[in-house]
Nanobody, 121 residues
Framework: QVHLVESGGGLVQTGGSLNLSCAASERAFGSNGMGWFRQAPGKEREFVASILKNGRTYYLDFVKGRFTISRDNAKNMVYLEMNNLSPEDTAVYYC???????????????WGQGTQVTVSS
């Protein structure tokens, strides 16, 4: 079954903003944490941000201060607000859910299909 569906990706200029959304199944949203990962061509999937049931948030250093992760528990939704985007942010962004004790992809059990974010120079 599809448990996570991302949306909101697109093409934006350097310095612009995009807001990503992730619609989660009740099962996936019941995980300890929700997260966002990204993967650029030829690179490994990397942690971007996560938000736990207790509300704690964690961010990749490179996005800290620019990206904001949030969740709406009433709607089973997770969001990623991205500001001041750089070409370095270009990647496929994936919504994920899982134990989220750590920041590696292996600690997340559910994955969306990804949404492309392209930041032009």
């Amino acid at each position: 079954q599809v448990h996570l569906v991302e949306s909101g990706g697109g093409l934006v200029q350097t310095g612009g903003s995009l807001n990503l959304s992730c619609a989660a199944s009740e099962r996936a949203f019941g995980s300890n944490g929700m997260g966002w990962f990204r993967q650029a061509p030829g690179k490994e999937r990397e942690f971007v941000a996560s938000i736990l049931k207790n509300g704690r948030t964690y961010y990749l250093d490179f996005v800290k201060g620019r990206f904001t992760i949030s969740r709406d528990n009433a709607k089973n939704m997770v969001y990623l607000e991205m500001n001041n985007l750089s070409p370095e942010d270009t990647a496929v962004y994936y919504c994920a859910a899982g134990r989220a004790y750590f920041f590696g992809p292996s600690d997340f059990d559910y994955w969306g299909q990804g949404t492309q974010v392209t930041v032009s120079s």
